[in-house]
């Protein structure tokens, strides 16, 4: 882990900089202890909202006054700017403070390091404090170098501050103990954790939430179960602090009955209306795929913290709904909270999906203002942004931002290639999947079917025959569903359609897909018995799914066999086979994104939308540009 020398934090900013001053008897009657609990609880309650330039200001009245010498005002200042995220600010104070040793300035201290991501500073400003000899480190003290060892992966130290503990006969207290398990779980010795919580006299809610807690970060579901089955047939009533580490555990095991009752529980006993606990239930719910009780939750919330919108947002993403994800973007922005990585993550494969890229290169642009995207840049992020240019169609930014990658992973490349593939541009395919190769990157199954795609809308059998060679041959990937599905519509496509059957044939159980590009390539020929088998295969292969009906029906209806349409219309009713509404999607400069299903009426201005759609497909057969259109319901 790196971090900066314990020597760097005691340089001390200019702000801070505390100039000895003399008794000024002009001043001495504004310094009495009133004033002093109103500095202190001002700055308290900057810490608790992290105002820093409030901070800073009560900071300079302390100084004018003289009062910032009080013990209080040290201690109180230690922790604002540890809670501010400015340890090198927590570490000036804590040095310039005069009077006598004070345990609680070395344990804010050593606490404002060990919370800002500062271990090994931390544990050289504990050691020193062991040579206080006056100030022996107490129950506060040795949970923040306990953290620090956790951090660090100090084992040795860790075990011996464990000694200490018994020396100094804080072994059994509460804090102390719970900050060992958690330790010991961590680096990984379970079985000292689960030795220190048997040897406790006694146990409450902060030990068993360790335990339960630990179990959960570990990944050791069963354990942490087991635990807390434990703690509630003991009688020990969780704390919201349970709650959420028992939520973690039915989201990770996509147990959505079990954390209902957990939601049940919360709500009996007012935990509901925790931040932390509604954050954990929408991420419940939304990995589970019940989105609109995530959005229950998270509609009911009094208060919102940047979690809350980014596990809504992620749940939307997560379910495929890609429209309401852009649209709660929206309502973050409105609502003033600003997005971190996380929150662009799921919204930038959003904006993909719904070819969304003027908002795309919105978000480009605030991640490059607010270095959340670095010069150096970043493989997930870049990925991310190219993905989106390269399925919005804007293929020149996206093939600008591969070129300055200075780092390409696999997906990198497959990216750019999908991207070309999905826009018939087989030979720049052609040209990154040799570059790719030349790079020392190996191609994975996602490569070869985008290679392949390229190939068939590029009309390129030959060149396709030999990436299928290569595949197996030379990189050693068995074919798949998706490679014998781009090999067929390959062939197809070229007319050789003998050839697409029997790829189809060849692909088995995984073959659905190179039936149904067998279907079109006979349908676009003009061999409709040939369809007619294809499609009555897809039905087989895939029985539940509406896909292969309808394709059935189609192509029936269009041989002219309506007896036959009529029989499988009746069949889908019996199986409960349903076709999902086709939807569309548009993005309109200045008015986001607009999506709407077939046959949507909603929009207010629904009947000059058909009526140039009458008019544009009145032209299109004039000019033949279509054989057929016809409106859904008879229109």
Known sequence: MNVRPFSSLITRSPALTIIPRSPNPLRSHHRTKSDLATYVSQLQLCALRRHLPKAREVHARLLATGLHASPF???????????????????????????????FFWNAAIAALASNGLPADALLLF???????????????????????SDLGATAELRKIHAELFKAAFDTEVFTSSALIHSYLTLGFVDDAQRVFDELPERDVVLWNAMVNGFAQRGQFAMALDYYRRMVHEGILPSKFTVTGILSVFTAT?????????????TKFGYDSEVAVAN????LYGKCHA??????VFESMPERDLFSWNSMISARQYSADHLETLRLFGRMRRAGVPPDPVTLAAVLPACSQMAALSLGREIHGYMVASGMRSSEGDVFVDNALMDMYAKCGALENARRMFDGMRERDVASWNIMIDGYAAHGRGREVLGL?????AAGVAPDEVTFVGVLAACSHSGMVEEGREVLRRMVAEFGVAPAAEHWACVADMLGRSGRLEEARVVAE????????????????????????????AAERVVGLE????????????????????????????????????????????????????????????????????????????????????SDVMLINGE
């Not at 109180?76 to 345990?103: E, K, M, Q």
């Not at 404090?129 to 129950?139: C, G, H, I, N, T």
């Not at 954990?280 to 991420?283: G, K, P, R």
């Open 73 to 103: 005002a040290v201690t109180a200042l230690i922790t604002l700017y540890s809670r501010c995220a400015r340890p090198a600010d927590a570490l000036a104070v804590f040095r310039s403070a005069t009077g006598p040793p004070n345990l």
């Open 127 to 149: 050691r020193s404090l062991r040579s206080e000899a006056a100030l022996p480190p107490d129950e506060f003290t040795y949970p923040c170098a306990i953290k620090a060892c």
């Open 254 to 266: 996509a147990d959505l009955k079990n954390g209902r009752k957990i939601q049940a529980f919360a």
């Open 280 to 283: 954990a239930l929408i991420d």
């Open 291 to 296: 989105v609109e009780a995530a959005a229950e």
């Open 433 to 437: 999947f040799e570059g790719m190769a």
């Open 506 to 533: 060849v692909a088995g159980e995984a073959g659905a897909g190179a039936w149904r590009a067998y279907l079109a390539a006979c349908w676009a020929k003009g061999e409709a018995g040939r369809a007619a088998e």
């Open 543 to 626: 029985p539940a799914g509406s896909g292969g009906w309808v394709l059935l029906a189609n192509t029936l209806g269009g041989v002219g066999r309506w007896g036959e349409v009529a029989g499988v219309r009746r069949e889908m009713r019996r199986r409960g086979v349903k076709k999902a509404p086709g939807c569309s999607w548009v993005e309109v400069a200045g008015k986001g994104v607009h999506a709407f299903l077939t046959g949507d009426r909603d929009h207010p201005e629904a009947e000059g939308i058909y009526g140039a759609l009458h008019g544009l497909i009145g032209r299109m057969r004039e000019n033949r540009d279509v």
